[in-house]
């Protein structure tokens, strides 16, 4: 294994150095520090020194010969020194420079920056003329629609009728910053949101509509955009419950002549509308229906139907008794010629019954003063029950009376119900009072019946 004096040795490579060399620089190495000597260490000069620097001074390549024969291999303990890789390698020197790396912000504020900027908004949706980038994560985190598309899609469009470009505008903003939508875009954001199925901002939008701000002629305006959407229709019965000053304002307006026969007929079932006589009901339904001429042959078939909601009951004795005598008047065809509507009342059978039952009713009410005992007169004979409405009384009207006793006396005429009705729009001018008309009526002490209502429907399960 020792190598010739050209370095090789069979196929090796190269040797470092001569192992004599690198025993003279040891003993020389030994003369020199004899006398440095610690406990535990070999004695310079011993066979297991030289041994020992012998094994770690070899540094040299084996050949494929010396392997193969691996008990002579292994049997010479030869020992490669561990040394670093500069220490015959030129190393160049090269300046360290240390960098003062930036203070990152916070992922959540990385987020919020991204949404409220916009930023990576690749998704294009187009509503009629307008156009919006949106950002897909955001769609499709908030809407169900969204998040059951094509993950893969970057366009959409849709109809101004399924989706209004205003409503979804302020749907964006809404996931963008949380603003909630303005009142003049919250139908329209309703709607957008319901097609989306954006459930969180439906809620935000129900909020909006709920305000105090949303009464009267307010909310008669939402339910004239809400009635254009057949999605909303339980938008339409909310904005009901809350028209009660504006009803004389409204019937004296163009656009209750132009309410459709569903709507007209839950309105005036209701017990809240603002009337102080069930006569302005009456004369009401007779102003709808005979709107225009050429209207009237159109609306005349609902006349029942909305007759039914008028309630005779109530209505003073003394007008009940003119109604009755002019349907048994026998020249009424020629008497009421002019005006088909009080033509087409005064010869339908149905109405002379409702007028008859409410004589009855009247009858028997003057007979007990005792609520209870009428009403279990009535439950006895099996006599219909019906509950008047919640009396107000308007200061401005010329007619009306402040206490209102049963049986009614009080009595005016559909040209006076006209003029008034003419004269309170300009109350209503805009979005009408602040206080949505409260200052203009006065309310009025209950009926008797009106505090048994609630038992009495609770009795007979209604």
Same mark, same amino acid.
């Given at each position: 294994?020792?190598?010739?004096?050209?370095?090789?040795?069979?196929?090796?490579?190269?040797?470092?150095?001569?192992?004599?060399?690198?025993?003279?620089?040891?003993?020389?190495?030994?003369?020199?520090?004899?006398?440095?000597?610690?406990?535990?260490?070999?004695?310079?000069?011993?066979?297991?020194?030289?041994?020992?620097?012998?094994?770690?001074? =070899?540094?040299?390549?084996?050949?494929?010969?010396?392997?193969?024969?691996?008990?002579?291999?292994?049997?010479?303990?030869? =020992?490669?020194?561990?040394?670093?890789?500069?220490?015959?390698?030129?190393?160049?020197?090269?300046?360290?420079?240390?960098?003062?790396?930036?203070?990152?912000?916070?992922?959540?504020?990385?987020?919020?920056?991204?949404?409220?900027? *916009?930023?990576?908004?690749?998704?294009?949706?187009?509503?009629?003329?307008?156009?919006?980038?949106? !950002?897909?994560?955001?769609?499709?985190?908030?809407?169900?629609?969204?998040?059951?598309?094509?993950?893969?899609?970057?366009?959409?469009?849709?109809?101004?009728?399924?989706?209004?470009?205003?409503?979804?505008?302020?749907?964006?903003?809404?996931?963008?910053?949380?603003?909630?939508?303005?009142?003049?875009?919250?139908?329209?954001?309703?709607? $957008?949101?319901?097609?989306?199925?954006?459930?969180?901002?439906?809620?935000?939008?129900?909020?909006?509509?709920?305000?105090?701000?949303?009464?009267?002629?307010?909310?008669?305006?939402?339910?004239?955009?809400? =009635?254009?959407?057949?999605?909303? $229709?339980?938008?339409?019965?909310?904005?009901?419950?809350?028209?009660?000053?504006?009803?004389?304002?409204?019937?004296?307006?163009?656009?209750?002549?132009?309410?459709?026969?569903?709507?007209?007929?839950?309105?005036?079932?209701?017990?809240?509308?603002?009337? *102080?006589?069930?006569?302005?009901?009456?004369?009401?339904?007779?102003?709808?229906?005979?709107?225009?001429?050429?209207?009237?042959?159109?609306?005349?078939?609902?006349?029942?139907?909305?007759?039914?909601?008028?309630?005779?009951?109530?209505?003073?004795?003394?007008?009940?008794?003119?109604?009755?005598?002019?349907? *048994?008047?026998?020249?009424?065809?020629?008497?009421?010629?002019?005006?088909?509507?009080?033509?087409?009342?005064?010869?339908?059978?149905? +109405? +002379?019954?409702?007028?008859?039952?409410?004589?009855?009713? !009247?009858?028997?009410?003057?007979?007990?003063?005792?609520?209870?005992?009428?009403? $279990?007169?009535?439950?006895?004979?099996?006599?219909?029950?019906?509950?008047?409405?919640?009396?107000?009384?308007?200061?401005?009207?010329?007619?009306?009376?402040?206490?209102?006793?049963?049986?009614?006396?009080?009595?005016?005429?559909?040209?006076?119900?006209?003029?008034?009705?003419?004269?309170?729009?300009?109350?209503?001018?805009?979005?009408?009072?602040?206080?949505?008309?409260?200052?203009?009526?006065?309310?009025?002490? $209950?009926?008797?019946?009106?505090?048994?209502?609630?038992?009495?429907?609770? *009795?007979?399960?209604?």
């Amino acid at each position: 294994m020792e190598p010739d004096t050209c370095g090789h040795s069979g196929s090796s490579t190269f040797v470092k150095t001569s192992v004599s060399d690198e025993l003279e620089k040891s003993e020389s190495s030994q003369v020199g520090n004899s006398k440095v000597k610690t406990d535990g260490e070999k004695q310079p000069g011993s066979k297991e020194f030289g041994q020992q620097q012998t094994g770690e001074l =070899k540094w040299k390549m084996f050949t494929d010969e010396e392997y193969s024969d691996w008990k002579t291999f292994s049997a010479d303990d030869c =020992k490669v020194p561990l040394r670093s890789f500069f220490s015959y390698v030129e190393l160049q020197p090269s300046p360290v420079v240390t960098c003062v790396a930036r203070h990152k912000k916070p992922v959540p504020q990385v987020l919020a920056e991204m949404i409220e900027g *916009n930023l990576g908004a690749y998704i294009r949706i187009r509503i009629g003329t307008h156009k919006f980038r949106c !950002i897909p994560n955001l769609l499709k985190c908030y809407s169900v629609w969204f998040a059951n598309r094509d993950w893969r899609m970057t366009r959409f469009q849709f109809e101004e009728r399924q989706v209004p470009a205003r409503g979804f505008a302020a749907l964006y903003e809404w996931m963008r910053t949380e603003k909630e939508p303005e009142l003049r875009v919250a139908v329209p954001s309703l709607q $957008a949101a319901r097609h989306l199925q954006v459930h969180l901002f439906e809620k935000t939008c129900w909020t909006v509509l709920s305000g105090e701000a949303v009464r009267e002629k307010v909310a008669f305006g939402v339910y004239l955009k809400a =009635k254009r959407v057949p999605e909303l $229709a339980d938008l339409c019965h909310v904005m009901f419950d809350r028209l009660r000053y504006f009803f004389l304002a409204l019937v004296g307006s163009p656009e209750f002549l132009a309410l459709e026969v569903d709507v007209l007929e839950l309105i005036l079932r209701r017990d809240s509308i603002g009337v *102080n006589s069930e006569m302005e009901v009456f004369f009401a339904v007779l102003r709808w229906l005979g709107h225009t001429p050429a209207d009237v042959p159109k609306r005349l078939p609902h006349m029942r139907r909305l007759m039914s909601c008028v309630r005779f009951h109530h209505l003073p004795m003394s007008f009940l008794f003119s109604l009755r005598e002019s349907i *048994n008047r026998p020249d009424k065809m020629e008497l009421f010629r002019p005006d088909p509507v009080l033509l087409a009342f005064n010869s339908d059978p149905e +109405m +002379m019954t409702m007028m008859e039952h409410a004589l009855s009713f !009247i009858a028997v009410r003057c007979q007990y003063e005792d609520t209870d005992e009428f009403l $279990a007169i009535c439950a006895s004979h099996r006599i219909g029950v019906v509950f008047p409405r919640h009396w107000v009384c308007h200061t401005k009207c010329p007619y009306h009376q402040r206490g209102l006793a049963f049986p009614y006396q009080h009595r005016f005429t559909a040209s006076d119900f006209g003029d008034y009705i003419a004269a309170v729009q300009s109350d209503w001018v805009g979005p009408g009072p602040a206080d949505h008309g409260k200052s203009l009526v006065l309310d009025l002490d $209950a009926d008797p019946l009106l505090t048994r209502q609630s038992q009495y429907r609770a *009795n007979r399960g209604l």
